[in-house]
């Protein structure tokens, strides 16, 4: 393991371009797999977990090949997907298939498998092999796949685990009424909706991201969307938009916009990046905070199915925010990087029922008190009715650290932007776990530091 050094920033300023959202690319590559002719996905964005998720559909008898662009304005790689069409995937070798480390592409393929009619074995790394299942296990099973996977005792509670074996085929739809606000849950339930007979229905109490939705919709799926719900049919095929260009990703981008808020001498132009209403929240709880943040060239109908713009964003003073449980989906991947821009901002900050950030690559609420602590915050967990809060009483500034990663992306990048804003040199114990959702973060960083 490699220690990393952090010295404080002078500031930062420049204009980027970030590869594709994460989250929109697995659903792109997926989609387009199952779609019934060639999709060529520009701006796929490199990273492990996305990766992943063309090596399982690869696995699943799909031809994909992808190579590097050198188109500046859309970093990412071109991926070409030659679709097999909704029942033509094949058993992998052996039944068996090997997912790494994301979470995504396990809850999203598992909904596809659900409805092939195969038997399959799914493996993962140590850390997926941590993160819940049952969410997704049992609508799937409610539909018909047959799912057996670790069984494990959480205080009187039992939670499943990969690894998993599952059989599909033969579903029946549902009316799912989630538990858990999760858009993996909704988009699992949703791919196993395109197999099933009648029409599938998941019902959210409160709205998570929607690229599945809007990805399905530009395939030409018949999918309704109603205040709380989105429901699919079954259909003979999915029909090829010939390419898709997949917006910059908006988490990636918020960690420069939360530095360049929190850094002195600062400014930042963020060119073509998704600005989906269901994951801009952390823009709306910043604005609120104080960011002096700006939005240009936003167009609804960005590549024709996902909005997207650019963002300018400066030196700004922040004050402390409530954050309430309801706004937690659209932020929740922000909520590490918003926690250090509260540590950063005058006065306290809430953040209410953000219970879910324990079941993510590490437990985010425990990775995020114990670093922001050594760094001097006055960070404190709660029981509340919404589960858990987590309380900001930031102090005037931020104590230089030895900090620790948890082997966690987010947690990484967000220590890294603390520690540039705090008075002393730091060290973070491991920065390899970037590579997960962005293997540029650390070039990038530096090409815009001044
Ligand atoms: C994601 C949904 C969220 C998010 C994850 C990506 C997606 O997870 O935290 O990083 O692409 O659907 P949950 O569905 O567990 O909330």
């Not at 090596?55 to 990412?76: A, H, Y």
């Not at 969307?225 to 938009?241: F, Q, R």
């Not at 990636?252 to 916009?257: E, L, N, T």
């Amino acid at each position: 393991m490699c220690f990393f050094l952090i010295r404080p920033a002078a500031g930062l300023r420049g204009r980027i371009c970030f590869s594709g959202d994460k989250s929109i690319a697995h659903r792109s590559a997926i989609i387009s797999a199952l779609s019934s002719s060639k999709v060529v996905i520009s701006n796929f964005p490199a990273n492990q977990d996305c990766l992943s998720t063309i090596e399982v559909l690869q696995k699943l008898g799909v031809d994909i090949c992808f190579r590097k662009s050198n188109n500046k304005r859309f970093p990412g790689l071109l991926v070409t997907v030659h679709g097999k069409g909704l029942k033509n995937l094949k058993r992998p070798q052996s039944g068996r298939l090997f997912i790494a480390e994301s979470g995504t592409t396990l809850r999203l393929v598992l909904g596809v498998l659900a409805g092939c009619n195969f038997r399959a074995s799914i493996k993962v790394g140590r850390s997926l092999g941590r993160r819940p299942m049952l969410r997704v296990n049992l609508p799937l099973r409610l539909m018909g796949a047959k799912i057996t996977s670790k069984v494990r005792m959480k205080g009187a509670k039992s939670e499943e685990y990969a690894p998993l074996t599952i059989q599909g085929g033969g579903l029946k739809s549902i009316n799912y009424k989630m538990p858990v606000a999760s858009a993996q849950v909704k988009s699992a339930v949703l791919l196993a909706g395109l197999c099933a007979k009648g029409k599938t229905a998941v019902i959210e109490s409160v709205k998570t991201r929607d690229h599945t939705e809007r990805m399905l919709k530009l395939f030409g799926a018949p999918v309704e969307i109603k205040k709380n719900s989105v429901s699919v049919e079954a259909l003979d095929k999915l029909v090829s938009p010939g390419a898709i260009t997949i917006p910059g990703d908006i988490s990636s981008a918020s960690f420069f916009i939360v530095a360049a808020a929190v850094f002195r001498n600062s400014s930042l132009i963020i060119k073509n990046v998704s600005l989906n209403p269901s994951r801009v929240g952390f823009l709306r709880v910043l604005k609120r905070m104080g960011g002096k943040i700006r939005i240009k060239k936003y167009n609804n109908k960005f590549s024709r199915f996902e909005p997207a713009g650019d963002i300018f964003v400066s030196t700004s003073r922040l004050s402390g925010v409530n954050i309430s449980a309801k706004q937690v989906p659209s932020l929740i991947d922000e909520l590490p990087i918003l926690m250090v821009a509260a540590s950063l901002a005058k006065g306290k900050s809430v953040f209410h029922g953000v219970g879910e950030l324990r079941f993510k690559e590490t437990d985010r609420i425990e990775s995020m008190r114990s670093n922001l602590a050594r760094m001097g915050v006055d960070i404190k967990v709660v029981p509340s009715k919404y589960g858990e809060d987590v309380i900001i009483n930031a102090p005037s500034e931020l104590y230089a650290a030895i900090l620790r990663s948890f082997n966690d992306h987010r947690t990484a990048m967000s220590l890294i932007i603390a520690a540039l804003a705090a008075r002393d040199e730091s060290i973070l114990d491991d920065v390899s776990c970037i590579d997960k959702s962005f293997p540029d973060f650390l070039s990038t960083l530096k090409a815009i530091l001044i």
